[in-house]
């Protein structure tokens, strides 16, 4: 089975960081797109970044263009999310996920869900 778990959320003040952790099990795929997607209250689930198995560019959606970076250890089967200068509409629970092939910003296109970790900004 495919095991995504996120960990590294929290409380921040703003203007604070984080780093977030997906760790992955269970997937066999050599040609794959994982992302980090976030949902706040009363919202839809957003694509913050998604990353390409092959190399090439990271999207990362507007909002966070700048501030948040998206990396991977591949030995480690492990990709991470730094969050810097955190402001208060980056509160959501933030999930990772994994999908086949080519990537796409969009949640739907996603197969693999971590449960999601909370980052609260106040």
């Known amino acids: 089975d495919v095991q995504l778990v996120e960990s590294g959320g929290g409380s921040v003040q703003a203007g604070e960081s984080l780093r977030l952790s997906c760790a992955a099990s269970?997937?066999?795929?050599?040609?794959?797109?994982v992302g980090w997607f976030r949902q706040a209250p009363g919202k839809d689930r957003e694509g913050v970044a998604v990353?390409?198995?092959?190399?090439?560019?990271?999207y990362y959606g507007d909002s966070v263009k700048g501030r948040f970076t998206m990396s991977r250890d591949s030995f480690k089967n492990t990709v991470y999310l730094q969050m810097d200068r955190l402001k208060p509409n980056d509160t959501a629970v933030y999930y990772c996920?994994?999908?086949?092939?080519?990537?796409?910003?969009?949640?739907?296109?996603?197969?693999?869900w971590g449960q999601g970790t909370q980052v609260t900004v106040s």
């Open positions: 996920a994994v999908r086949d092939a080519f990537c796409s910003p969009n949640k739907d296109a996603y197969t693999y």
């Open positions: 990353m390409y198995s092959g190399g090439g560019s990271t």
């Open positions: 269970g997937y066999t795929h050599i040609d794959y797109c």
